[in-house]
């Protein structure tokens, strides 16, 4: 075969296999030799250009060549073999412990998260998620809060350039989860009971209790002959389920544009019990989250009959659940990525 003498790649071999001594070199030899693209590999695919009275023989020795380096490789494989006691690596001890693999775990927010849905789905509610970059309509429109509203302002939301100068639909990064809300009732008709958790983005300046970027959890149930009792008992599990049986729930009335009668929920300070600290100023309470009765003109633009059904709806910062839960006083904690603080939770 023109290019190639079966003498010459024998002796290569065997000069090649006198060198080597380890199975890393091992390898190296066979991938060389036996591999996909070796050199024993394009003897073979070059039998079609040997003389058809040269093929048969030709062949034969290919195949020949190719057993013996087969031979080799398994004798060499047992000789560096560990247990073969006849290779430096006999030396190592195999019962030395080995390098220890440091696992990763979930972060502290995504167990507060996971510890959340799963206390609302044992309740029966659904837990669903929705984009990040909304409509100005189903973040605000929708939801009954109107333009003159502070939230609407440049300076309180993240706005985005429209794509290709359309200036009839506004996108924006959005600043709570409750425009899923909008998206779920536009789409489904009551019964409903759903939780949404998510990111949310708003241009607060960085400090111990506010991020541009942090979580929150909307929830929201719809059924006809929902009554803000529905909404106590509901909200008072929760916060049994994750501070403790003994703490206790407070409903301050609120405003909320998507809401009416809307209520700030406070829990009985869980560091002093009640008493008064200063975790909680000196109160004896925490204010954890706001919470409402769905307003009549969400449902209507969502085209529900707002006297046919009613629902109650609230929403929660992630972070300030966890920073209560842990005793945590400030909320870049989180996401600066500082093991010793992580590897707690």
């Not at 803000?228 to 407070?250: I, N, Q």
């Amino acid at each position: 075969m023109p290019g190639f003498d079966l003498d010459a790649v024998k002796n290569q071999i065997e000069q090649d296999a006198a060198t080597v001594d380890s199975l890393l070199k091992l390898e190296e030899l066979r991938v060389k030799y036996l591999g996909r693209k070796g050199v024993l590999a394009e003897l073979t695919a070059g039998i079609g250009a040997v003389p058809p009275q040269e093929r048969a023989g030709f062949g034969q020795k290919v195949n020949v060549l190719k057993n013996t380096l087969n031979a080799l490789v398994a004798e060499k494989q047992k000789l560096f073999s560990p247990r073969s006691g006849q290779s430096p690596a006999s030396s190592f001890d195999i019962g030395m412990p080995g390098i220890n693999q440091n696992l990763g775990h979930l972060h502290p927010i995504t167990q507060v998260v996971d510890e959340i849905c799963g206390i609302f789905t044992s309740m029966g509610f659904v837990a669903v998620s929705g984009p990040e970059i909304e409509t100005e309509y189903n973040n605000f429109t929708g939801l009954n809060i109107p333009l003159e509203h502070p939230s609407r302002e440049a300076f309180d939301t993240f706005y985005l350039k429209p794509a290709g100068g359309n200036q009839r639909q506004r996108y924006l990064l959005r600043s709570h989860t409750s425009p899923v809300q909008v998206r779920v009732m536009k789409t489904a008709k009551p019964p409903l009971a759903v939780v949404v958790p998510g990111r949310v983005y708003r241009p607060d300046a960085v400090d111990a209790s506010h991020l541009f970027m942090f979580h929150q959890i909307e929830g929201f149930m719809v059924d006809k002959g929902i009554r803000f009792s529905d909404l106590k008992g509901v909200l008072d599990v929760f916060v049994k389920r994750v501070f403790g049986k003994d703490v206790k729930t407070r409903f301050r009335p609120h405003f909320f544009p998507f809401t009416e009668p809307s209520a700030e929920v406070d829990v009985s300070c869980i560091i002093c019990k009640g008493k008064g600290c200063s975790v909680c100023g000196k109160k004896g309470w925490l204010e954890i989250l706001g919470s409402g009765m769905i307003h009549p003109n969400v449902f209507k633009n969502v085209g529900y009959e707002p006297k046919k059904y009613s629902g109650f709806a609230f929403g929660m910062g992630i972070e300030r659940i966890a920073m209560l839960k842990y005793g945590i006083n400030d909320i870049r904690l989180f996401f600066e990525n500082d093991l010793r603080f992580l590897r707690q939770f």
